[in-house]
């Protein structure tokens, strides 16, 4: 035994539960048949602090996490679909680079030079949608200008689909028909790429959403690890309880009162 010049002789843990309870069946007890539950008591209070800390922190982090969301939606101007819709913004500009392919092959003979215009032209065409929904997302009008400098973008692609059709052989209803065909889906496009930008989240409030759902996770599995803990310890209490009242009743022949009295007292000492 080593003495502590601070606190004094070290004591075992035999000699602290009796002087802490002032009877020595507990301290026979505990050295004899519960020193084994004490010490899974022991261990499992390590255990339920560490779990307390850590479900603590994982709430403080959610509280956080929803915080930052709250304020995020708050600052955010545009409607509550989902962010991955926008995915389907550079489908759009696709549909609409191919569709303005067919147009640019009458302009030019080279087939590079004619991707490049109609790269180009869809770029432009979803430029003009994202400058319209960003009036929208500002609540300003739309300027009448604008709209109508949209419908010239895409009347001058049809007619030179129509064209660029009928100089490859196809007669004037086959090229009409496919011209219009041609303008629906460039005006659809353009008018998808427009309601997206304004209709869904960004991405910083579907990111903060993101996390407040793991934060939400983390802190369901830290607070189960919590209760779990907990009705571990309990059963470990409830067994020593058991345990020393079946020690006192049968080794010190005491009465059921007083037995039952003492080992509350030790169950609650132990794990409280």
């Known amino acids: 035994m ?17 002087t802490s309870m002032g ?14 539950l004490m010490r899974l008591i022991a261990r499992l209070k390590e255990q339920r602090a560490a779990a307390t800390v850590g479900a603590e922190k994982a709430q403080a982090a959610m509280a956080r996490a929803e915080r930052v969301a709250e304020e995020r939606k708050a600052q955010h101007r545009g409607g509550d679909r989902p962010w991955p819709l926008r995915l389907l913004i550079p489908v759009a500009v696709a549909a609409e680079a191919v569709t303005a392919f067919v147009a640019m092959q009458v302009l030019v003979s080279s087939l590079t030079l004619a991707v490049g215009l109609a790269m180009l032209a869809a770029l432009v065409g979803a430029g003009l949608a994202c400058i319209l929904a960003n009036h929208r997302l500002n ?16 009347l001058v692609l049809t007619v030179l689909r129509y064209d ?28 998808g790429i427009e309601e997206l930008a304004v209709e869904t989240q960004t991405f910083s409030v579907f990111v903060s959403k993101l996390r407040v759902s793991c934060n939400r996770w983390r802190c369901d599995r830290a607070t189960a690890r919590l209760s779990r803990i907990r009705a571990e310890v309990e059963a470990a209490a409830e ?25 509350d007292e030790l169950s609650h000492a132990l794990t409280d």
């Open 239 to 263: 067994t020593l309880r058991q345990d020393f009242l079946d020690f006192l009743l049968t080794a010190e022949g005491l009465s059921v009162d007083e037995a039952r009295r003492r080992a």
């Open 164 to 191: 660029s059709l009928h100089v490859q052989g196809a007669d004037w209803l086959a090229a009409a028909g496919g011209a219009v065909l041609a303008a629906l889906i460039s005006a659809l496009g353009l008018l």
């Open 23 to 36: 009877l020595p069946g507990e301290g026979r007890f505990l050295a004899g048949f519960g020193k084994a």
């Open 139 to 154: 609540r300003l009008p739309v300027p009448r200008a604008a709209r109508i400098l949209e419908g010239i973008f895409v």
């Open 2 to 18: 080593s003495d502590d010049p601070v606190h004094g002789p070290e004591r075992s843990p035999l000699a602290v539960a009796e």
